[in-house]
């Protein structure tokens, strides 16, 4: 199936494709996932992960259940959408220096990752109903459950520690010194602000 080979001629088509679709996203997610528990610092972060790569794993077993349910075998198609995230996530992670930072742009990717699928499995569900595919809803409403749960999970990870931490490095970090011209700049404006006296001969005339 082509990009532009136009096979997809029917909702039957676009739901087994966006199936095969997020079923590809699932498997390479299991195999990402390792590499930011191994890189996450904060308990929780790492905590949480490891949560998810069981539901993950989990997940790729119902979507099993789908394929067997519709009468199809599992097969991924190939998501350059979930390729580019990871490939993202991974980049980022290649530059950031710090644990603190590290834990920042884990969470970050990740987030990026759980929006995507979120708006897979809603999709499907949505054409799983119009379909009267009923029988396969609960199984991929039970994934999307876990996905807005995982996100909300590293929302309040971020939002509670993570960021807080990575904030606080920077309010540490040294000042730079003050440039010549910046100094120069505060002494005449603290100069000008005094208000300057009159020689005393001149004091003398007006009294």
């Known amino acids: 199936m082509g990009l532009f080979s136009r096979d997809l001629k029917s909702?039957?088509?676009?739901?087994l494709h966006g199936l095969k679709d997020i079923y590809y996203a699932e498997n390479k997610i299991v195999k990402s996932l390792p590499k930011l528990i191994e890189a996450a610092s904060d308990a929780e972060l790492k905590k949480g992960l490891k949560q998810h790569l069981?539901?993950?794993e989990n997940q790729v077993r119902r979507l099993e259940q789908v394929f067997d349910k519709i009468g199809e075998k599992p097969r991924a198609t190939r998501c350059p959408g979930i390729d580019g995230i990871l490939a993202e996530g991974d980049d980022l992670l290649g530059q950031v220096d710090g644990r603190t930072a590290t834990n920042a742009a884990i969470v970050a990717s990740?987030?990026?990752?759980e929006h995507y699928e979120i708006t897979r499995y809603g999709t499907l569900i949505a054409w799983a109903a119009e379909l009267g595919k009923d029988d396969v809803i609960?199984?991929?409403e039970r994934n999307l459950k876990e996905e807005k749960a995982a996100d909300k999970k590293l929302?309040?990870?971020?939002?509670?520690h993570v960021n807080r931490g990575v904030a606080r490095k920077t309010r540490s970090?040294?000042?730079r010194?003050?440039?010549s011209s910046s100094t120069t700049r505060r002494k005449v404006a603290k100069y000008a602000a005094k208000p300057r006296k009159r020689p005393a001969a001149q004091r003398r005339r007006a009294s």
């Not at 990740?110 to 990752?113: D, G, H, M, S």
Request: proline share 7%.
């Open 11 to 15: 909702l039957d088509d676009l739901f």
């Open 54 to 56: 069981l539901e993950t």
């Open 110 to 113: 990740a987030q990026a990752v």
């Open 138 to 140: 609960p199984l991929l």
């Open 155 to 160: 929302t309040t990870v971020a939002e509670t």
């Open 173 to 175: 970090a040294p000042k």
């Open 177 to 179: 010194r003050a440039t």
